[in-house]
T-cell receptor
Framework: DAGVIQSPRHEVTEMGQEVTLRCKPI?????LFWYRQTMMRGLELLIY????????DSGMPEDRFSAKMPNASFSTLKIQPSEPRDSAVYFC??????????FGEGSRLTVL | AQSVSQHNHHVILSEAASLELGCNYS??????LFWYVQYPGQHLQLLLK??????LVKGIKGFEAEFIKSKFSFNLRKPSVQWSDTAEYFC?????????FGKGTRLHILP
């Protein structure tokens, strides 16, 4: 299995631009999680889906952030408009039931 | 609500020293427990996990953890650390709906 696949691996953009991060979970997994990691705040859960349905989005910082999971093999995290304080590494992870979480390699976002 | 507490935020040890990182959780039901490791510049990887059975769990790279139900603890141990163990370590708990992570412990091993 290829594992959890995220794209892009790195993105540099200017403040105000729209950013879309993508994730392909491991085939057969039924839960998908989006995390954000920064030096200041550590690892933060943004949102998670179960069977493609958003279950808990209380970690989404603002209305500028949105996430979708149109099918079991794809999810997006969108930031519009982006701000410098959104600079972070965004991780996607997937799991089956209450098992271990498998993480993607992350998308490093820099907003200038 | 579930919560995970890691007591040590930053630990510095010399090579060959013994390591114990504390993890306590709060949850009323049955839980699955995990330790993840994040090496510099990389993503989180599973170190070891406990679902049921023997409460002493052995993981990769010589790490082990002991589940003590009465203390709601799942401490990570290694008898002799190496410089390559420098990383951030996360304890995590899954009570059935989602995985909750602790805030992490940064471990720095001096050569």
């Amino acid at each position: 299995d290829a594992g959890v696949i995220q794209s892009p691996r790195h993105e540099v953009t200017e403040m105000g631009q729209e950013v879309t991060l993508r994730c392909k979970p491991i085939s057969g997994h039924n839960s998908l999680f989006w995390y954000r990691q920064t030096m200041m705040r550590g690892l933060e859960l943004l949102i998670y889906f179960n069977n493609n349905v958003p279950i808990d989005d209380s970690g989404m910082p603002e209305d500028r952030f949105s996430a979708k999971m149109p099918n079991a093999s794809f999810s997006t995290l969108k930031i519009q408009p982006s701000e410098p304080r959104d600079s972070a590494v965004y991780f996607c992870a997937s799991t089956l039931g209450a098992g271990e979480l498998f993480f993607g390699e992350g998308s490093r976002l820099t907003v200038l | 609500a579930q919560s995970v507490s890691q007591h040590n935020h930053h630990v510095i040890l010399s090579e060959a020293a013994s390591l114990e990182l504390g993890c306590n959780y709060s949850y009323g039901g049955t839980v699955n427990l995990f330790w993840y490791v994040q090496y510099p510049g990389q993503h989180l990887q599973l170190l070891l996990k406990y679902f049921s059975g023997d409460p002493l769990v052995k993981g990769i790279k010589g790490f082990e953890a002991e589940f003590i139900k009465s203390k709601f603890s799942f401490n990570l141990r290694k008898p002799s650390v190496q410089w390559s163990d420098t990383a951030e370590y996360f304890c995590a708990v899954n009570g059935g709906d989602k995985i909750i992570f602790g805030k992490g412990t940064r471990l720095h091993i001096l050569p």
